[in-house]
């Protein structure tokens, strides 16, 4: 490649790529894709579009931003990167939100790295993987220093009274701790023996890589969780809402949690009727909240169990009903499962991991659609959450 030279110098200045020696980035540089983008083009819409990679500014600079609802010409700026930032789906670790759009600001060039080039880069030489998944490591927890204020603030929005406030804060930051940690020791345990032993076969080695891109997720998750609640107690949330096909929403997220299921070899069944009307929302949102609620259920349903997802077409509403025959809420603890950050189970030898904010941003989510989440439960027989979205936003018949 005639502008390999320049590539590599890029990558060199990059957040991701800068540990990497020059043998190494000569070695990667023709992964990328050079893609030039005119003053003023967008790249990618906001929240439209995953564009299954990432892209590395290689001339020009790039605006993120966010659409602001019925105002197509206006956008609110998330940031200006300049060269050698990196953005786009898989960068879960930048600044920007994942839900943001990008634009040239000037006439520009960007490298492009798909995500099946950056996972066979990181798959075929076991020093180049560690440097890059150690950078990784590095960014994270820079992002979780900084997001460490907002997680006081989080906390803070919670105050009611002074004993309240006391077991908040208790709950949360052994969650937390809890919760980062895990998967933190997981990513440095594994890259420190990709390390240090000298000879890893293939499939080993893959083990390990996959190990750290799961546990990377989980814990790229959790912060955007946490984001997305502190964005809502903000009131800096704003529903994208468009025409969308309700029955193509329920369906992606059942099918996203089959493995999990199937694991636990649960029975696990949908139910939607063919004629659904789409619903004028959010759908990226309402992913999100039907997410945590049949994650919910696949959680505290112990193996062989049941869990089903049934959609109603009411006269005057869209229901959602997430059933399973797991381990039940007692009766004093129903009013409380919405509350942020709180469990059931508070104790630290639990044996089912989470944060305690899944349930909360669901409720969060359905609130903003104007629709109602309740739950029915019998300790030891199992749990029935139901969604239901008002008519309203009936669209048309799909």
């Not at 890059?132 to 590095?138: N, P, S, V």
């Not at 937390?176 to 032993?197: A, C, N, V, Y």
């Not at 080695?205 to 546990?215: A, D, P, R, T």
Request: glycine share 6%; aromatic share 8%; net charge negative.
């Amino acid at each position: 490649m005639a502008a390999s030279n320049d590539i590599v110098e890029v990558l060199r200045n990059s957040t991701l790529f800068k540990s990497l020696s020059k043998e190494e980035l000569v070695a990667i540089a023709s992964r990328f894709d050079v893609q030039t983008f005119a003053s003023g083009q967008v790249i990618f819409d906001d929240g439209s579009a995953d564009t299954n990679g990432m892209y590395v500014i290689r001339k020009g600079s790039i605006k993120i931003f966010k659409s602001v609802v019925d105002d197509s010409s206006r956008q609110q700026a998330v940031a200006v990167l300049k060269e050698g930032n990196f953005f786009g789906e898989m960068a879960l670790l930048d600044e920007e939100v994942r839900s943001a759009g990008a634009a040239a600001l000037d006439d520009c060039e960007l490298l492009f790295l798909s995500r099946a080039s950056f996972n066979e880069i990181i798959g075929q030489n076991l020093e180049t993987a560690h440097r890059i998944l150690t950078q990784i490591a590095k960014v994270m927890s820079r992002r979780l220093r900084d997001t460490n204020n907002l997680f006081r603030e989080v906390v803070s929005w919670g105050y009611r009274a002074r004993r309240e406030v006391r077991d908040l804060k208790s709950n949360f930051l052994s969650t937390i701790s809890h919760e980062l940690r895990t998967p933190i020791h997981s990513i440095q345990g594994f890259t420190s023996l990709m390390k240090d032993t000298e000879e890893i076969d293939r499939e080993t080695q893959k083990k390990f890589i996959e190990v750290i891109l799961e546990e990377s997720k989980r814990l790229a998750g959790l912060i955007n969780d946490l984001i997305s609640l502190a964005e809502i107690e903000y009131g800096a949330i704003i529903l994208e809402r468009q025409s969308t096909k309700f029955k193509d929403v329920i369906e992606k997220v059942f099918e996203s949690y089959r493995s999990e299921a199937e694991e636990k070899k649960l029975q696990y069944e949908l139910f939607v009727p063919k004629d659904l009307p789409a619903l004028n929302v959010d759908a990226n949102r309402l992913e999100q909240a039907i997410e945590h609620i049949i994650e919910n259920a696949i959680k505290f349903t112990d193996f062989n169990g049941r869990v089903s997802t049934r959609v109603e077409d009411r006269k005057n509403a869209i229901e959602i009903i997430v059933s399973d025959n797991g381990r039940g809420i007692p009766a004093k603890y129903i009013d409380r499962i919405f509350g942020k950050f709180y469990q059931v189970d508070q104790s630290t030898t639990r044996s089912v991991d989470g944060a305690g904010i899944g349930l909360t941003l669901a409720k969060h989510i359905i609130d903003l659609h104007g629709g109602q989440i309740t739950v029915t439960s019998k300790e030891g027989d199992g749990s029935t959450f139901k969604i239901t979205l008002p008519k309203e936003h009936v669209i048309k018949k799909s």
